[in-house]
């Protein structure tokens, strides 16, 4: 008696080569196998998953920080001493790290679902790992680095959540083909019901996630507050040099109604406008000073500080990547611009019938001003000749001795303190400044300005809170936003939340469904039935039909060298004899 193995067939499977043979470099048929995965592979499948979460939450993280790339830039100089694009080499690298990530992703999810056995490349590995450690190491450096800029992604949420919903009920209600194709097996175990329940409770929390959802642009349109007033951060530093005269005109010609500045105060008491502890930055100080180039820029006199070249930087850092959208004339008008005065800014100011936002620094005790810095702060605003109520004043200190100023705090406070300390206004950060909170300001005749506001996202979020005005590095951007970039009435999400609730039930139950039915269909048949009949239909000749594995074992130790098996030789098939194979 003769036992064998059936007859197969194979055909070119070119998708299923190059799937297997770009993940684990398994280019041949018979390199490939629809055996379960073993444990190792398992966990490298997990590492990759992990992975591709991670850089999804990292390349999110930058896509929305964008509002801040020249404050992270700030706080690595602050940091190191040298000003450099960090942002650059951040993004160039998350960018190929995720299109890697996500590209191995979707290769291990088609060997899922063609039933190919997982076995990633050692190459890969060392890849997966490498991009994993890189992105850890990354998050690690801007939790030191640039810490509070983490509130943005919470922020962010409040425009971006609606669709993140619709993007992740996608992505659950495709990844159900490959939770059903498993869990609807004819062997049955406890791991198989551990994913069904684990796909259920996330399927379950996509659903009514939008119960969580505080997004201020959810409203009635007829609700809307007017459009947020826009105050010129420090000018236009995106289209010139920070805290210049230049800077400033770009700021109102592009419709902003109000000016911020830096002020410090000059070892012979004259208020002039720099960000920086120093004047290593925006000036040439390297070059005219190079002994002093780290000594505080309150200590040099006016007449040092007017012969500094205070827009070269600019055009040679380019920090906001705009210097190549300038003209040569304009070019020119920025390398030749010089530290500007507190008196001419304001003058700017008032013949401009716009207001000024003054954020100024306190000298240090040794300072030869330190204690008549707010008088001399006082005599340039009445010096430029504007009115005191169109200037805004930034400290927390001295106030009893400033009168006149509108006041203004930096920081967050109850509305029975704002009363006590006799302000009228808070400028606070984007992240401080909650939904509630601004109602809350507002309800008691407390003006709110939000922030470095640069991206329209942020500015639309904030216009549908109500807030009356935004501090922004761009105002030639935000100018460009006539109305928030999506507004939508309660009932209406409603509507589109349910929708696509209902609809994606549907679909999982008929995937669930679907592969239930084929499961069972292909089990009522016997396998080596299938592969048999499947020579039989086989007529194409565009198809390379390989004839192997016709594997014979001897029972009962074995046949005699006369006995002789035929498989229909007129068919095209084998002949074999205890002696050979003929055709």
């Avoid at 459009?227 to 530093?237: K, L, N, Q, T």
């Avoid at 000024?356 to 006082?378: C, Q, V």
Wanted: glycine share 4%; aromatic share 12%.
């Amino acid at each position: 008696m003769v036992k064998h193995q059936p007859l197969q067939v194979y055909e070119k499977q070119v998708f299923v080569s190059f799937v297997t043979g770009i993940y684990g470099c398994r280019w041949k048929r018979y390199q490939r196998s629809q055996d379960d995965s073993s444990k190792w592979e398992c966990a490298w499948f997990v590492i990759l998953c992990s992975s591709f979460l991670l850089l999804l939450f990292w390349a999110y993280f930058w896509l929305v920080a964008q509002n801040d790339f020249n404050e992270f830039n700030w706080s690595v100089y602050n940091r190191f001493g040298e000003w450099k694009d960090e942002t650059i080499p951040i993004l160039a690298s998350t960018t190929v790290g995720f299109s890697y990530i996500t590209f191995l992703m979707i290769l291990a999810f088609f060997h899922i679902s063609l039933g190919q056995q997982l076995n990633l490349y050692w190459v890969h590995k060392i890849g997966v790992l490498a991009t994993l450690l890189t992105t850890i190491s990354g998050v690690v450096s801007v939790d030191d680095i640039w810490g509070d800029e983490w509130d943005i992604l919470l922020v962010s949420l409040q425009s971006t959540a609606p669709f993140l919903h619709i993007g992740a009920l996608a992505t659950v209600t495709a990844i159900s083909w490959l939770v059903a194709g498993y869990v609807v097996r004819r062997e049955r175990s406890n791991f198989q019901v551990v994913v069904l329940v684990t796909y259920i409770i996330i399927l379950a929390a996509v659903y009514l996630a939008p119960l969580s959802f505080n997004c201020p642009c959810i409203m009635d349109r007829h609700g809307l507050k007017p459009r947020p007033d826009i105050i010129g951060r420090r000018g236009a530093p995106m289209l010139a040099p920070e805290n210049t005269m230049l800077s400033f005109n770009r700021a109102l010609q592009h419709g902003a109604s109000s000016l911020e500045a830096d002020v410090t105060i000059s070892a012979d008491g004259i208020p002039f406008l720099m960000r920086d502890r120093t004047l290593r930055r925006t000036t040439d100080v390297s070059k005219v000073f190079p002994s002093r180039q780290n000594e505080d820029a309150s200590f040099f006199n006016w007449t040092e500080i007017r012969s500094l070249n205070a827009g070269q930087w600019f055009l040679e850092s380019d920090p906001y990547w705009t210097v190549d959208t300038l003209t040569a004339r304009e070019r020119s008008r920025i390398g030749n611009q010089t530290v500007c005065s507190l008196v001419e800014m304001l003058r700017l100011v008032s013949r401009s019938n716009s207001s000024a936002l003054l954020n100024i620094h306190k000298p240090p005790p040794e300072h030869p001003r330190s204690r008549n810095w707010f008088m001399d702060t006082l005599w340039a605003a009445q010096k430029a000749g504007i009115s005191q109520k169109r200037v805004t004043w930034t400290p927390d200190t001295d106030r009893g001795k400033v009168r006149g100023l509108q006041q203004t705090a930096n920081e967050k406070l109850s509305v029975e303190e704002i009363r006590q300390r006799g302000i009228t206004s808070l400028t606070l950060h984007y992240s401080k400044a909650s939904h509630k909170d601004v109602q809350e300001y507002l309800a008691n005749n407390v003006s709110v300005t939000v922030y470095p506001v640069n991206e329209p996202w942020l500015y639309s979020i904030l216009w549908c809170s109500g807030v009356p005005s935004v501090s922004s590095d761009a105002p030639q951007v935000l100018r460009k936003v006539p109305y928030p970039i999506w507004l939508m009435s309660q009932t209406a999400y409603d509507f589109i939340w349910i929708s696509s609730d209902l609809v994606s039930l549907a679909i999982v139950i008929g995937i669930f469904c679907f592969q239930k039915w084929r499961m069972s269909g292909m089990q009522n048949y016997n396998p080596e039935q299938i592969m048999l009949s499947a020579v039989t239909r086989q007529t194409s000749r565009d198809v390379n039909i390989m004839k192997e594995k016709l594997i014979f074992s001897e029972l009962n130790n074995g046949l005699s060298s006369t006995e002789e098996l035929s498989l229909y030789p007129e068919n095209g098939y084998a002949r074999y004899s205890h002696g050979g194979l003929s055709r």
